[in-house]
């Protein structure tokens, strides 16, 4: 991106923003966005904090969930509210500034050539990402644990930066409520045999971020419910 | 024999509370029947507890005492399987509620922001 300003997206593409307690970073994540995209919406999971007031500050529509009910609900929720309005295209984006909104052009594009209908954000396909060595191991982890179980080859499956067309976000079932969506979606694109590619993307590993991201121990609680989720199907 | 006094006191105790329950309405008359007759049943286990031995026998194991407990074992495992999957639908159940409520209120809150509009 070597414009300082950047051209703004078509009104059509719409990012979703699941945020629980990020007043401290949603406000800058929020007009990141807005500097590419026209259309931000934040989903305030029962935040205890001013998350919602921020972000309707900074610009953004905000959905609110009265009570806490994680993650993947929240996407959802960000998704339905999107589809209503007629997006065309949608980003998922976390709150905690991990991400970088000048990813976002590159991240749509291929949706905006049809070339497919899922982009994937992936930190490991470029040197850009600061990943500790341990949650490298644990994502390695997720990588080969999604090969197994869903079938589907990606390089970063826990990666909240992703990107989905109208049809796709039509489409894909989100179940779980909490952190195992992730691994949902994956399975959802392999189930509905969904185009999709990935597109490397810059994760920051901030003080903030990691204070407030899972523990690697987590990851063993994902697996579970992924996997109970899955036998009930 | 004071595990017996202390177990009868409980079960007896267990029994008044359902009685409470009862006069208060949550529990009908058939649920009342069923929580004495399990309480009862439990004590007359604790008091004569050779009459397990009929069980023990029925069952092939050699203790009476065992046998309440692999079927108490048994029973429970059972028990916490189902709530565990009861709470995983209400939990999800109260996922959807949130979900459109929070969709309902943003349509709302748009709306009115529209027709404030001249």
Known sequence: ?233 | MIIKVLLVSFFLFSLSRAVLRFRDGHINARELVGICLFWLAASVVVIWPAVTMLLANLLGVARGADAILYLTVAALCYLAFRTYIRIRDVEKELTELVRRLALFEAERSSRNKSSERP
């Open chain 1, 1 to 233: 991106m070597g414009d300082s300003t950047p051209e703004r997206l078509d009104e059509s593409v719409f990012a979703v923003i699941p945020a629980h307690n990020e007043a401290p970073a949603v406000r800058e994540v929020v007009a990141g966005l807005l500097a590419f995209c026209r259309n931000v919406v934040v989903v305030d999971d029962g935040s205890r904090d001013e998350t919602a007031a921020v972000a309707r500050e900074a610009g953004a529509h905000v959905v609110r969930h009265l009570i806490n009910r994680g993650q993947g609900a929240a996407i959802r929720t960000g998704m339905d509210f999107a589809l209503s309005r007629g997006a065309k295209v949608i980003v998922t984006f976390d709150a905690d500034g991990q991400h970088d909104p000048a990813d976002l052009p590159a991240v749509v594009a291929p949706l905006l050539r049809g070339e497919c209908d899922v982009v994937l954000g992936t930190r490991f396909k470029d040197r850009r990402s600061n990943v500790p060595p341990l949650r490298r191991w644990v994502l390695r982890g997720g990588i080969l644990f999604t090969r197994l179980v869903s079938g589907i080859k990606v390089t970063d499956t826990h990666n909240g930066f992703r990107a989905f067309s109208r049809r796709a976000a039509e489409l894909i079932e989100i179940n779980q409520d909490r952190m195992a969506h992730a691994s949902e979606i994956l399975d959802e694109i392999a189930r509905q045999r969904l185009r999709y590619c990935e597109v490397p993307v810059r994760v920051r590993y901030s003080n903030y971020s990691r204070q407030k991201g899972q523990s690697s121990w987590a990851s063993l609680q994902i697996v579970w419910h992924f996997l109970f989720e899955k036998l009930r199907r």
